[in-house]
């Protein structure tokens, strides 16, 4: 496995895979990691796309994926790539849309232990009642994503 460190505008993104695909994107804090030198060729098609995104220039990430989770986490990881972007649904939706709404909690499980930040947009899932509950990554990040997707559902701060 190859692994890259790049600067985004949420921190040190760190991404892993190789020739099979990308089995890593994740975030931390600014300067907790050292920003890579050199791209791995198997990573520079991940991390281009990526920088597309946040320049706005990227809606959706073709890239090969190769994520490592149970049955049941794939599965959730799946729908999770349905959901466009600028858009959100709630977890029962997600629920619902896998089949059992007695699975919420497991669902909600699954997301948290989603290991592609952002290409497999977890973010995009909402607490029924509109709130940004759940995310890994941080709320503060959840929330700055659904706003880089959708500016028109930015709150006003006055």
């Known amino acids: ?9 949420l921190g040190i993104t760190k ?11 994740s975030v931390s804090d600014v300067g907790t990691n050292e920003i890579s030198a050199e791209i791995p060729e198997v990573l520079k098609t991940a991390v281009l796309q990526l920088q597309e995104y946040f320049d706005k220039k990227r809606t959706h990430f073709d890239f090969k994926l190769n994520p ?14 349905e959901i466009p972007y600028g858009k959100t649904i709630t ?20 997301n948290g232990k989603n290991p592609l930040w952002i290409v497999v947009p977890c973010h995009r899932v909402i607490g029924t009642n509109g709130s940004l509950t759940g995310y890994a990554g941080g709320l503060s990040r959840k929330k700055w994503l659904i706003d880089h997707e959708n500016p028109t559902t930015q709150q006003s701060l006055f």
């Open 1 to 9: 496995m190859e692994t890259v460190y790049i600067n985004s505008p």
């Open 15 to 25: 991404i892993v895979g190789d020739e099979n695909g990308v089995a890593v994107i």
């Open 68 to 81: 490592k989770g149970t049955e049941f986490q794939q599965k959730v990881w799946k729908s999770l790539l």
């Open 91 to 110: 977890y029962m939706d997600q629920t619902k849309k896998l089949g059992d709404i007695k699975a919420i909690r497991a669902v909600a499980s699954a």
